[in-house]
């Protein structure tokens, strides 16, 4: 058992991070709270988590709920306690590679928007299997999403946008949104640790929109 303020071995995150139930899962029965379930990919420190899943909470007459996934299983762990401390109701965290749960995600067509913040590039060729842009993540996504649902995704990196940005356009069950793709501002009232650092860096911030038709 791991006791308040105590930090576990490492080795042993495996065990205590919150993992996803076998089978299919239905993020509206799963995810607690009322309203539209949001998603977040890859949500690292957890910063935007935590942001966006106050936001929706105050949201007056609308309430929303959000599902976290990060395929580390250390800051899983961490992410959730941190959720759990801060008593945020509206929020389920689980340590999982995103592409596994995505396509056990049952009804789709239930996921509000889909936010993906500074995906790992994966320049070398070995490592392009890696990369949660492709054309089978983007088929997943569409088929989770709502009929007019959002995928968001930001990176400090231009030529990765643009190869997102492609990539939605010449997806069937994509539109662009925003200026031919291209989004200037946030507006969703939370940000990740690396747009912060990427701010602060004075470093460009690339943000690319998507919408289910």
């Known amino acids: 058992m791991v006791t308040s303020g105590s930090e576990p071995d490492p080795h042993r995150y495996r065990a205590l991070a919150p993992v ?57 762990f961490q992410v959730g306690e941190h959720c759990a401390r801060r008593g945020l109701g509206n929020v389920l965290v ?39 842009t492709g054309d089978a993540m983007l088929d997943q996504i569409a088929r989770v999403l709502r009929n007019g649902g959002e995928f968001l995704m930001q990176t400090d990196v231009v030529e ?14 994509f539109q662009l949104g925003g200026e031919d793709g291209w989004v200037v501002t946030n507006t969703y009232q939370a940000r990740s640790n690396r747009e912060v650092r990427a701010e602060e860096d004075g470093l460009p911030v690339h943000r690319v929109l998507g919408i289910r038709r």
């Open 20 to 76: 996803p139930p076998e089978g299919a899962l239905d993020p509206g029965a799963l995810v607690p709270g009322q309203g539209p379930v949001e998603l977040e990919i890859g949500f690292g420190r957890g910063l935007f988590l935590y942001q966006r899943a106050e936001v929706l909470a105050a949201s007056e007459g609308a309430p929303g709920r959000i599902l976290g996934i990060e395929v580390k299983r250390k800051l899983g």
């Open 160 to 173: 990765r946008a643009e190869r997102h940005r492609l990539a939605l356009l010449e997806h069937p069950e």
């Open 94 to 132: 689980w340590a999982a590679d995103a592409r596994d749960v995505l396509s056990r995600i049952q009804p789709g067509g239930q996921i509000e928007r889909v936010f993906m913040h500074f995906p790992d590039p994966w320049w070398k060729k070995r490592h392009q299997k890696r990369r949660l």
